[in-house]
């Protein structure tokens, strides 16, 4: 039952209370009010978090994996039909999302399992990563999680060195009925208009501009569809002062609006069209950037299996989570958001901003492949048929043989495999 002098407390914000399952004391919860959702949801320590946004991720790229499996990759449309039709040849075949055999698709004889001491964390070898930060959750979570401790060491070096941070946002209006793509292809055509103009250049040279970081970012509402935009973080030398913000705010919100018209795009009103507000630290930054590093780390573990998205702002992986749960209209929005950002760039820096600060220059795909640890070494091997095995499970087992390797060692884990294979309807080769 729960405990009685915790609810007697009527000022439910907080409230925390532990529920007993069965009268066993090793089965206690610890239960919270989210103030936004307006109900309790479970407490949950930080290991748990971190094994069940690994579950969440690996199951999620499962998804991804099936809804992208028949869909051709933008690139094949690249493939130029007179050629193969000159040399009568069948054409060639489609280009397949790389998504569809990331941390699934062998690369070498057999799988590996390899771990690291020092953090005790434990990850696959011999697999194909895609490297995607817009398809791939478990690809985003590492790429994202290394770009912003590459914008966290530059934020820090400049403050230190007496600088300033600001937060620059950029939106346009826009409607359910507009296609992202299209979108897109302006938003980004804009934007290039706005930063080559005089005007805005001799406004960041007069503000003492060093240089920004820009991220792009799409969210989507069943009101108003696609929502993609820009959050920038601009380094100055000096803190600007109350004139050269409103100078900075009408400059920056005069040419958007001039580039949204010259483009095509939904105007932006004053409210929402450029927000500017001081940044502290890259915490306010990377707060608004790069959500999904989240991943299914809600304490609301009870609900992973669907959205944590507000409904008139899901994120793509939030899409994603909802056709898991049987929603096919949002498994074929995340197909139109998929072809529409397919080779973007999600974060850009300044030219010559990261050599400012030593950051070496390093694609998504470089950071996606990076060891978890120098010390990580391998703990054993998962031979083809095995392999072939964990992927035909009903549900994705992969986080659960990396989860015994690091809990129960070589003996735990293998037995799992072995057992996996006994109840198997697998011939082997």
Request: proline letters at 3%; glycine letters at 6%.
């Amino acid at each position: 039952g729960a405990s009685a002098e915790r609810l007697g407390n009527n000022t439910k914000l907080q409230a925390v209370f532990e529920v007993s399952e069965h009268e066993n004391p090793d089965c206690i919860q610890r239960f919270t009010l989210d103030n936004e959702r307006r109900e309790y949801v479970q407490v949950v320590s930080p290991e748990a978090k971190q094994i069940t946004a690994r579950q969440s991720r690996f199951s999620a790229q499962s998804s991804a994996a099936r809804l992208m499996h028949s869909v051709p990759n933008p690139r094949s449309a690249k493939h130029d039909i007179a050629d193969w039709q000159e040399c009568e040849t069948s054409p060639p075949a489609p280009a397949q999302w790389r998504v569809t055999g990331c941390s699934r698709r062998k690369i070498a004889e057999g799988v590996t399992v390899l771990y690291s001491p020092s953090i005790k964390k434990a990850h696959f070898g011999n697999l194909m990563i895609c490297g995607s930060v817009w398809t791939c959750p478990v690809c985003s979570a590492k790429v994202s999680e290394a770009r912003k401790q590459e914008i966290k060491v530059a934020s820090d070096l400049h403050c230190a060195a007496g600088g300033h941070m600001y937060m620059v946002s950029m939106t346009f209006s826009h409607q359910r009925n507009d296609v992202i793509a299209v979108m897109l292809g302006k938003f980004s055509q804009a934007r290039t208009w706005m930063r080559a103009h005089r005007e805005f250049k001799e406004m960041r040279r007069d503000l003492g501009f060093v240089g920004d970081i820009r991220a792009l970012e799409v969210t989507y509402g069943d009101k108003n569809g696609f929502h993609p935009h820009e959050h920038g973080l601009w380094l100055v030398a000096d803190q600007l002062t109350d004139r050269q913000l409103r100078t900075m705010m009408n400059v920056t919100f005069k040419l958007w609006h001039k580039a949204c018209k010259k483009f095509g795009l939904g105007l932006p009103n004053r409210k929402r069209g450029v927000n500017i507000k001081k940044a502290i630290s890259a915490a306010d930054y990377l707060a608004k950037c790069g959500r999904e590093q989240n991943w299914g780390v809600s304490s609301e573990l009870s609900k992973q299996h669907v959205k944590t998205g507000k409904a008139d702002g899901m994120t793509p992986f939030d899409l994603l989570r909802s056709y898991e749960a049987g929603n096919k209209q949002h498994g074929a929005l995340f197909i139109e958001y998929a072809n529409a950002f397919f080779g973007k760039q999600q974060i850009r820096w300044s030219k010559g901003l990261k050599a400012i600060f030593g950051i070496a220059i390093m694609q998504d795909q470089e950071l996606a492949e990076q060891v978890i640890s120098e010390d990580a070494a391998v703990m054993f091997s998962i031979t083809a048929y095995e392999w072939r095995v964990v992927l035909h499970q009903p549900y994705d087992v992969r986080a659960q043989v990396l989860l015994l390797a690091e809990l129960a060692g070589l003996a735990g884990a293998r037995d799992y495999i072995e057992r996996l294979c006994q109840r198997s309807d697998l011939i082997p080769f």
